[in-house]
Nanobody, 119 residues
């Protein structure tokens, strides 16, 4: 099993930037990919960005392309999400997740970190 702990959320004005971090521990050798997802109360959790752990191949939701950048530091077992040009609609709880090589789903989740963008 993999344990995930997010940090870096907070309050920022529209147009500003934040960087989220996700510290991972446990069965790191079995991770295929990691990602960021977000959720607003009353709505389903949505995909933001993913990265394959070994190759570093990235995918992004259309709503964040060109503004957010996902990256990882393999030596530090840490996932990042650099968020620039933030918009009020980016306000959500952001979750870090990991997908095992033996799984087709993201099945390890962090506790989430709140990001609030004021207009």
């Amino acid at each position: 099993q993999v344990q995930l702990v997010e940090s870096g959320g907070g309050l920022v004005q529209a147009g500003g930037s934040l960087r989220l971090s996700c510290a991972a521990s446990g069965r790191m050798f079995s991770i295929y990919a990691m990602g960021w997802f977000r959720q607003v109360p009353g709505k389903e959790r949505e995909f933001v960005a993913t990265i394959t752990w070994s190759a570093g191949t990235t995918t992004y939701a259309d709503s964040v392309k060109g503004r957010f950048t996902i990256s990882r530091d393999i030596a530090k077992n840490t996932l990042y999400l650099q968020m620039n040009k933030l918009k009020p609609e980016d306000t959500a709880v952001y979750y870090c997740a990991a997908r095992d090589t033996r799984s087709n789903a993201y099945d390890a989740w962090g506790q989430g970190t709140q990001v609030t963008v004021s207009s």
